[in-house]
C-alpha cells in the first residue's frame, strides 16, 4: 500500500470497505462498523462483524462510558468527536475553523488528560494528551506529552506526527494561548507498546484503552506484561451487547 502524508480522505470515512486493518493480515477475523448518519461518516453496518465499530456505535459507548466516571475525572479529562482528526487534516479552511471552534470550547490546554480518537485509511488509534494544563515540557513524568497507542503498528503510526502536529498548534492558536507557538513543537510525541490486535477489532482496542485508562491512568500495564487477555474479551463482549441494545432499539423505532 503506498504511504500517504496526511489522512487522505475526501469522500465519507468507509470503515467498511478495503481498510488497512483487513489488508494488513493474513487471516480474516473480525472487523469495526462505520456510521450511517448525515455528519461526514457513512458507510452499512456488517451486523455478522461487531468487531468492526463506525463512527456512530464508537460514539455512542464514550458516552455511556463517561456517565459512569465521577466529576473530577469529568472536568479534568475530555475527548473529542471521533470524526474531527481526520475531518481536519482533510477540510477546506472553512470546516477548519468549524471543528477547531467546537475542539476551542473543550480547552484542552487547561486539562490533564484529553482522548483524540483516530480514524485515518479504516483503522482506529487513539492519541493521549497528558498534562496539557502544564508548561514544563522539560519536565518528563508530569510535563505535557502526547501519546498515539496503536493495536496495529504494522501501519506505522509515526507516520501521523505532522499532521498531529498540525492538528493541536491549529487548536492552540484558537485558543490565543500566551505562551509561544514553539511550546507545541516541545511536546513530546510517544509511541507505546500496546497490546496488538489479532483481526480488525481495532475500534474495540482504542475503547479498551480510555476505559482502562479512565480506570486506572496506568498506560504501562498494557506492555509490563500485566496486560490480562480475559479481561479484554470480557469489554470486547460487553460492546458487542452495546452494538445489539443500540440495533435493536433503532430498529424498534422503525
Known sequence: MPRRSHCQSNAPIDLDGEDECKSKRSRTSRTPTAKSSNRIASSKRD??????????????????????????????????????????????????????????SLKIFSRQYVFVPIACWGHWSLLVLCHFDETDCS???????????????????????????????????????????????????????????????????????????????????????????EEFENFRKDVHSFQVKRSTAVEDQD
Open 139 to 229: 519536565d518528563t513524568k508530569k510535563g505535557p506529552r502526547m501519546l498515539l497507542l496503536d493495536s496495529l503498528n504494522q501501519t506505522d503510526p509515526t507516520r501521523l506526527q505532522s499532521d498531529i502536529r498540525r492538528f493541536i498548534r491549529g487548536i492552540y492558536e484558537t485558543e490565543e494561548r500566551e505562551e509561544s507557538v514553539h511550546f507545541i513543537n516541545k511536546i513530546r510525541l510517544e509511541f507505546p507498546k500496546v497490546p496488538q490486535q489479532n483481526g480488525e477489532e481495532c475500534g474495540i482496542y482504542v475503547l479498551y484503552f480510555i476505559h482502562s485508562f479512565l480506570h486506572s491512568k496506568k498506560l504501562a500495564e498494557f506492555h509490563d506484561g500485566s496486560f490480562d487477555p
Open 47 to 104: 451486523k455478522t462483524n461487531q468487531d468492526k465499530l463506525d463512527t456512530h456505535i464508537f460514539d455512542l459507548y464514550i458516552e455511556d462510558l463517561w456517565k459512569h466516571i465521577d466529576e473530577d475525572k469529568k472536568s479534568a479529562y475530555a475527548y473529542l468527536d471521533s470524526l474531527w482528526f481526520n475531518s481536519y487534516i482533510n477540510a477546506s479552511d472553512e470546516k477548519k475553523s468549524k471543528i477547531l471552534k467546537w475542539a476551542k
